[in-house]
């Protein structure tokens, strides 16, 4: 199933994108789409069956904003320099282990809202992300399996990320990873049963219409199985917990001087195979 979220901030309604293209509203069947939904079988049975039997109401969608495709997240875990590709072009040694920063659940936004230019920043970055949505309570996973057990699905994320702040102003990566807007997600949630492999999605972003990451999912170090996994024996993971789980080559800090970061005006597009596509257009904050 494709679900997410559609409306104003703050009173979006749940939705489902049928296999036909056509927007279904969900409201009359669930409350929202947030964690105490993905951990609830039966509820989700419900709306399988509802959208088997095309009973669901049809939604204009001429005009409608679509928001994050969660509501309520508890926490958004990342993983950094997770793609041998990136690693690569920033410098970097291969992580022995999982690199683990935290975003702010209040930077999620929705996939094609505005992105805020922090005031001062110099080096506002992109960074496409496949996002994995947690859909069971896990702590201490043992296995791969245990840990894809857990996924209630995938979303696309912008991990947008200012260089200045995250690398030159000491500290810890939070000053450069938390700003306003800083995580635009969605559109959809597509659940995993709909995404077989999660380690062959392309991965593509553009800026100004020009393409600047052309990656794989394959070329992750840790993969997602591994990357819930580890992250379980460090922190509890929640029904509607999101982990973005790092980007690929063709960042603006990887690049050659000078570094074409990221200003007023642009417009950044980013897709992942089956996941849909994000637009934001950046304005000052």
Known sequence: MKLLRVGKVGVE?????????????????????????????AALA???????????????????????PVARIGKVVCIG??????ARETGAATPEEPIIFMKAPDTVVGPDDTVLVPRGSVKTDWEV???????????????????????????VAHDVSE????????????????????????????????????????????????????????????????????VSQFMTLYPGDVINTGTPAGVAMGQPEPKPYLR???????EIDGLGRQRQELRSA
């Open 81 to 86: 320099l997770n793609y041998h590709d990136h």
């Open 163 to 230: 260089r200045a702040f995250q690398i030159e102003r000491g500290g810890q990566w939070d000053k450069g990873k938390n700003c306003e807007t800083f995580n635009p997600l969605g559109p959809w949630l597509v659940t995993a049963d709909e995404v077989p492999d999660p380690q062959a999605l392309g991965v593509r972003l553009w800026v100004n219409g020009e393409l600047k990451q052309d990656g794989t999912t394959a070329e992750q170090i840790f993969p997602v199985a591994e990357v819930v996994r580890y």
């Open 264 to 270: 007023a005006g642009d417009v950044v597009e980013l």
């Open 13 to 41: 309604r749940p939705a489902l994108l049928d296999e036909a293209g056509v927007l279904r509203d969900l409201s009359g069947l669930v409350p929202d789409v947030d964690g105490a939904l993905l951990a609830d079988d």
């Open 46 to 68: 419900r709306v399988r069956s509802a959208a088997a039997a095309g009973d669901l109401p049809v939604l204009d969608a001429t005009g409608l904003r679509v928001g994050p």
């Open 129 to 155: 992300e496949l996002a994995v949505v947690i859909g069971r309570t896990a702590r201490y996973l043992e296995t791969d399996e245990q840990a894809l057990a857990a996924v209630a699905g995938y979303t």
